[in-house]
């Protein structure tokens, strides 16, 4: 998507990248427990944590927003907490992870996105947000779930922008 934007970017896998410099930060789906570990090993959780902090805009889709939220559940082991020490927790919500079920539970539908409109969202063993704290805001529902938020400069959706013909969200990122 963001290269059908014109818009430059890389991979950032290890913390010799982050000297690469950039100015705004993705954080993309995908498997939450491997993604948060492999930040922690890398020694980069300190690091984003503090950029993000100092206002870096973040988008987090899918795995991203369980990455981003400052308290996590999951969904199938009778919510328990998510370890704190492999997420950034710097969003204020709280995240239910694969909160509809597996893969084979994967959705498509279309509702409102603040200030964008109808949009297409593609959900993949999403998680929902379950709670908007003070200072966050909510951007989207689906059947009554809340699964996009915004928190300063950080907006969390729980479904994959990407997978979808429409660059709408992303222009509302880039535009942070």
């Not at 996105?113 to 003070?134: D, L, N, Q």
Request: hydrophobic share 45%; aromatic share 6%.
């Amino acid at each position: 998507m963001l290269d059908e934007l014109g818009e430059p970017w890389f991979e950032l896998r290890c913390l010799r990248n982050m000297s690469r410099g950039f100015d705004r930060l993705i954080l993309p789906g995908g498997e939450t427990t491997t993604q948060g570990y492999l930040l922690r090993e890398e020694g980069m959780l300190t690091s984003l944590h503090k950029l993000i902090d100092e206002g870096m805009p973040v988008l987090g889709t899918c795995a991203g927003l369980i990455l981003l939220a400052e308290h996590v559940i999951d969904a199938h082991a009778e919510g328990r907490a998510v370890r704190p020490e492999c997420h950034l927790g710097t969003m204020r919500v709280t995240v239910e992870r694969n909160a509809y079920g597996r893969q084979l539970a994967s959705f498509h539908a279309t509702d409102e996105f603040a200030g964008i409109g109808a949009v297409p969202m593609t959900f993949i063993r999403a998680p929902r947000i379950v709670e908007v704290r003070e200072g966050a805001v909510e951007l989207a529902r689906v059947n009554g779930d809340i699964v996009a938020a915004r928190d300063g400069n950080q907006v969390g959706v729980a479904f994959h922008p990407e997978l979808d013909d429409d660059p709408r969200i992303h222009e509302m990122f880039l535009a942070l």
